[in-house]
């Protein structure tokens, strides 16, 4: 039950994340997904477009704080500690 609820959680923070990702590139940027993203790998800069798409994991994780459904933002923060990781990859390598 509580594993249940923390991959809920994490499923919703890893969505939230490549939805703000698209939001980011869609609105802000105005260009295609794909080709934002493959130009991003190649000049090094992917890991800051991951960090601005992290940001709308906030919503889901206090909107889980609120309901006090624990173990979802527990799933959300591991979310979001994912894209950190993966941050430090796309620097460092």
Same mark, same amino acid.
């Given at each position: &039950?509580i594993? /249940? #609820? $923390?991959?809920?959680g994490?499923l919703?923070?890893?969505?939230a994340n490549?939805?703000? &990702? +698209?939001?980011? *590139?869609?609105? $802000? &940027?105005?260009? #295609?997904f794909e %080709?934002? %993203?493959? /130009?991003?790998s #190649?000049e090094? =800069?992917?890991?800051? $477009?991951?960090?601005l798409g992290? *940001?709308?994991? +906030?919503?889901? +994780?206090f909107v889980?704080? /609120?309901k /006090? ?6 799933g959300? =923060? &591991?979310?979001?500690?994912l894209?950190?990781?993966s941050i %430090? *990859?796309?620097k460092? *390598?």
């Open positions: &039950m594993k /249940k #609820e $923390i991959a809920i994490f919703i923070g890893i969505t490549l939805a703000g &990702m +698209f939001l980011y *590139i869609s609105l $802000i &940027m105005q260009r #295609e %080709l934002v %993203l493959s /130009k991003a #190649e090094g =800069v992917l890991g800051s $477009i991951i960090a992290a *940001i709308l994991n +906030f919503l889901p +994780f889980f704080i /609120k /006090k459904q624990d173990y979802r933002a527990r959300v =923060v &591991m979310a979001t500690i894209s950190a990781i %430090l *990859i796309t460092f *390598i």
